[in-house]
């Protein structure tokens, strides 16, 4: 069974610098998708951003962009200049058979 | 589009009780699922479907039933609530029948509570 882990139950960072959310996952697969995804306090969940493995490009969306490291199953997410509106609950998630979550990272930004 | 709706948005049930979930969706998606998130962890698959007709177990099956009739309608049933389903249980959707690699869209989600 594929298992994703954050390492980082909380992390705070100060509005408009950048974080760093670690994840990485397991998985004997060789395609496969991987994805974040934002909740926020509504509990609402977000998609922030997608990468498909066979892609060796990491996907960007705004501030928000990837270090995908295939062979070291690792996949973090970077938030540039950070917003109060960034505070929430980040998941990552791993798609081969359904989504594979993991236990999430709380970002607070310090305003 | 009201995209995916999801009722009740909380409900308090007895042990032993039975309950189904609704979950809707208007966007003409094949693959639809259950999830369900517990304090301190990310969401756990419950069951799935890749189209009417179909579904599959996802990670924590035990306890719950789905059927799929018809695309827009997925309803997930307890049939004898226990205090261990207390969670908050999100229905999703997303376009291709994969499942994986499609956005999926979430629900708002229903906060149940088994006493």
């Known amino acids: 069974a594929q298992t994703v882990t954050q390492s980082q139950p909380e992390m705070s960072v100060q509005e408009a610098e950048t974080v760093t959310l670690s994840c990485t996952y397991d998985t004997s697969e060789s395609d496969y998708y991987l994805f974040w995804y934002k909740q926020p306090p509504s509990r609402q969940m977000i998609l922030v951003i997608r990468?498909?493995?066979?892609?060796?490009q990491n996907a960007t969306e705004n501030r928000f962009s990837v270090n995908f490291q295939k062979a070291a199953k690792s996949f973090s997410l970077k938030i540039s200049d950070s917003q109060l509106g960034d505070a929430a609950m980040y998941f990552c998630a791993y798609g081969a058979d359904g989504l594979t979550f993991g236990k999430g990272t709380h970002l607070i930004i310090q305003p | 589009n009201a995209g995916v709706t999801q009722t009740p948005k909380f409900q308090v049930l007895k042990t032993g009780q039975s309950m189904t979930l609704q979950c809707a969706q208007d966007?003409?998606?094949?693959?639809m699922s259950w999830y369900r998130q517990d304090p301190g962890m990310g969401l756990r698959l419950i069951h799935y479907s890749v189209g009417a007709g179909i579904t599959d177990q996802g990670e924590v099956p035990n306890g719950y039933n789905v059927s799929r009739s018809t695309t827009e309608d997925f309803p997930l049933r307890l049939l004898s609530a226990a205090p261990s389903q207390t969670s908050v249980y999100f229905c999703?959707?997303?376009?291709?029948?994969?499942?994986?690699?499609?956005?999926?869209?979430f629900g708002p989600g229903t906060r149940l509570t088994v006493t």
């Open positions: 990468q498909e493995a066979y892609k060796q």
């Open positions: 966007m003409n998606h094949e693959y």
């Open positions: 999703a959707s997303s376009r291709l029948n994969t499942g994986v690699d499609d956005e999926q869209y």
